[in-house]
């Protein structure tokens, strides 16, 4: 298809955005922080989950400065839940260069914005058409999904060059007057009507008498993805050590997967009870019961922690607190310690959740 014939698409899309867009928090606002933290926020997390973080993280730090300036405790426990914490560590980040050399305001510059620590060419195409009217086409999951079911297009959607190509074609036809709504009626499409799975709404689709996928009725051939590659599995025994009402926790080193977090304590590979009270006496602490507990999986992009877990009762510490552990009891834990989520099984045991 040539531009001319994407520019086709650009009036029903919109007239169907005005009638059928979501009504987001974040969609009433121009205000470029905002903004910001939201496509951070909804990067692989879904819209309905996004919103209560989203509004606790205003009330705590309702400004770019007020990022600027937290406590990287108080930033990753606004962000326990979300996963991903590299992303909120990169925002404040950017925010600190931003009061540094922006003045406190985010640039009203696409390339400035691209060049910001953590904004990709998806964010900074967010930014700068919805908070700045910058003509600059996003390109994400579902914007790729209209985009090859319109166009037939059979490319490997995880090829990086063809999401560019993507990108400057729909650069081509975006409205320069209302760049914004483009990207936001795109991505609400791919979301609502020519979603993932075996039954796209075609009917009721504002572009489906553009849609070659949907001419051909082929639309679920579309997109084309490259199979991906198995995740790793890791084994690991997780132990909930208790003391009276409290249990222990470590923090997480400050590099590598869930980087500055708390966590109980735990150890790779599989213990049985014997292995388990070894490592627990290991630790200079007095095992006096150990109880089996649920078993676990947590799945990240490119692994799976598989974990076993005990409950183990220690006597009382002598004076302090061994080293590297901090035994707190479950309403210190919410109100204070950011535990991830990849605990959640153990969280809820521990009466956090």
Known sequence: MKATDYADIVSPLLTWYAANGRDLPWRNTRDPYRIWLSEIMLQQTRVEAVKGYYARFLKALPSLADLAAAEEEQLLKLWEGLGYYSRVRNMQKAARVVMEEYGGALPADHDALLGLCGIGPYT???????????PKAVVDGNVLRVFTRVCADATDIGDAQFKKAVAQKLDAIIPTEEPGTFNQAMMDLGAMVCAPGQIPRCDICPLSSFCRAHL????TAYPVRS???????EKMTVFLIRDGENYAIRKRQERGLLAGMY??????????????????????????????IEDAVHIFTHKEWHMRAYEIRVGSLPGKEPQG?????????????????????????????
């Open 124 to 134: 900074a195409a967010a930014i700068a058409s919805i908070a700045f009217s910058i």
């Open 216 to 219: 051909a009725h082929e639309e």
């Open 227 to 233: 199979k991906a590659k198995p995740r790793k599995i």
């Open 263 to 292: 966590e109980p304590v735990h150890t790779s590979g599989w213990l049985d009870e014997e292995e388990a009270l070894t490592f627990i006496k290991g630790l200079h602490l007095d095992p006096l019961h150990i109880e089996r």
């Open 325 to 353: 552990l901090v035994f707190a009891d479950p309403t210190q834990m919410r109100q204070t310690y950011p535990l991830p989520s990849a605990f959640a099984v153990y969280k809820k045991h521990m009466g956090v959740l």
